[in-house]
């Protein structure tokens, strides 16, 4: 197994940047499964911020190698990060139960392999307060290949337009470019831990159908991650849950316990909003 990294040390902070521990702005959750190769620069990139009053949960799901000990290291090195486990249920129940720790109003979902800018909280948190009643937040992305080459810049600007009309279609954001105010992603029931893929999708067109607002912010501030062995590899797995996900949206779905009276039957095939 690896050894275990060292944390890397933050940029100098003033005294309105100190670590905040009480009143968190941002819960960051981090499920993790045998993340040992790539969890450090996960966690580097929160050390990193420009903005400090944030918090981090690692969900480890019954990793078997080094994925638990280094994030341990991380949390005894910053109070921010806290280290919790679960037995081995995938990704979304990983998810559940960090989203269960948070405090904050806000919620980035941060897989252990992927990254953002140094100023993505900042930035994201700014674009919220400028756009009050905002359910979500949500900027460009990379995706860099496993050579580190940045491709093409991901961006969508029709999702703000018409957000469950685009959701019902797809899923255009990485699922660590978006952040969403916490009590919609509860309100919602959070991720279906049935689905082996396409969760983020699922969980963009639940909010998406009680008619909250998706800010957009068109610079790139996340980086995903591509890796072989990933699920976003398995292209059968993500058309059968595709498929699933897509015929959510055609009808009422009672997942949902408030929607838009303009989105509780559904977008039928072909529709749009706006």
Not at 24 to 30: A, K, Q
């Amino acid at each position: 197994m690896l050894a275990t990294p060292e944390p890397k040390a933050a940029a100098t902070r003033g005294p309105s940047q100190r670590p905040n521990t009480k009143d968190p702005r941002l819960s960051v959750v981090i499920p993790a499964f045998n993340a040992e190769e790539t969890l450090g620069e996960t966690l580097d990139c929160l050390v990193a911020q420009t903005f400090a009053a944030w918090e981090a949960i690692v969900v480890d799901d019954a990793s078997t190698d080094d994925t638990a000990a280094i994030a341990r290291r991380y949390a005894d090195a910053d109070p921010r990060i806290q280290l919790v486990g679960q037995a081995r249920g995938g990704a979304s129940a990983a998810r559940n139960r960090g989203m269960a720790h948070a405090r904050a109003a806000w919620l980035l979902f941060l897989d252990a392999d992927d990254w953002v800018a140094a100023d993505f909280m900042e930035k994201m948190l700014a674009a919220a307060r400028r756009k009050p009643g905002a359910g979500a937040v949500y900027c460009a992305y990379n995706r860099v290949s496993p050579d580190g080459r940045r491709l093409a810049q991901d961006w969508y600007e029709d999702l703000a337009k018409a957000p469950f009309a685009s959701f019902a279609r797809g899923c255009p954001p990485a699922i660590h470019s978006v952040i969403a105010r916490r009590d919609l992603v509860v309100e919602v029931g959070g991720f279906d831990p049935s689905l082996m893929t396409c969760e983020d999708w699922d969980i963009w067109q639940k909010i998406a159908r009680t008619g909250a607002r998706f800010v957009e912010l068109p610079e790139t501030l996340a980086f995903y991650r591509m890796r072989p062995g990933s699920l976003s590899m398995q292209t059968a797995q993500m058309l059968k849950d595709g498929l699933t996900v897509s015929s959510r949206a055609r009808g009422p779905d009672p997942r949902v316990p408030r929607p838009h009276p303009a989105f509780a039957n559904g977008v039928p095939s072909g529709a749009t909003e706006g």
